[in-house]
């Protein structure tokens, strides 16, 4: 069975500063998608990023990025210039893309990491 | 555009008592939608998902239930509460396993 695994609980980074999220995910497919999701006090989810596996070119949304290591199974999230705005908690989440439709459903969830933004 | 609607936003129920958490889509047709819960700083866990009108899959076994009576609505119901299903219940849709999930706001439910 796929996991995913974030091995900070908790981060902090200095406004303007860049600052990385670690996620890997354990899995036998070659066709996934990898996901951040990032969820403020407020608690509404939000997508920040989406990655295909298939594609080795990293996605970028604005100041968010990733390093897709698809040989490591590895997908951090970057955040350029952070703002106060970032500060949340950020999930990294996993999709197979396989044609199991049991296994197209469900996203296997990282336990998150709180991201911290210091003025 | 789709949007996504879940009410209602914060309830208070006394254990034993029934529950209804609804979810409507907007903007889109034959969405996949599902309900996920979420303990205090824990990870979300998938509870129901569904392809399609009257077709509902759980995840997890417990007394919670659900049902799509239309196509674009989704119903998460209990006829009797207990306190261990205090949470954040969220609901959100997507179209195909490529595609993202769009969440609702969640509903803080507290069961006393």
């Known amino acids: ?119 | 555009s789709q949007t996504i609607h879940q009410w209602p936003a914060t309830l208070v129920q006394p254990v034993g008592s029934p529950l209804s958490l609804e979810c409507t889509v907007e903007g889109t047709s034959n969405p996949n939608l599902y309900w996920y819960r979420q303990a205090a700083g824990r990870g979300l866990q998938l509870l129901f998902y569904s392809v399609g009108i009257g077709q509902i899959s759980s995840e997890v076994p417990q007394n919670l239930s659900a049902s799509r009576p239309q196509d674009r609505q989704f119903i998460l119901s209990s006829k009797k509460l207990l306190l261990s299903d205090s949470g954040f219940y969220l609901c959100a849709w997507d179209r195909d396993r490529g595609s993202p999930l769009h969440f609702g706001n969640g509903t803080r439910l507290t069961v006393t």
């Open chain 1, 1 to 119: 069975a796929q996991t995913v695994t974030q091995s900070q609980p908790e981060m902090s980074v200095q406004e303007a500063e860049t600052v990385t999220l670690s996620c890997t995910y354990d899995t036998s497919e070659s066709d996934y998608y990898l996901f951040w999701y990032k969820q403020p006090p407020s608690r509404q989810m939000i997508l920040v990023i989406r990655q295909e596996a298939y594609k080795q070119q990293n996605a970028t949304e604005n100041r968010f990025s990733v390093n897709f290591q698809k040989a490591a199974k590895s997908f951090s999230l970057k955040i350029s210039d952070s703002q106060l705005g970032d500060a949340a908690m950020y999930f990294c989440a996993y999709r197979s893309a396989g044609l199991n439709a049991g296994n197209n459903r469900k996203l296997i969830w990282g336990l998150g990491t709180s991201l911290a933004v210091n003025p």
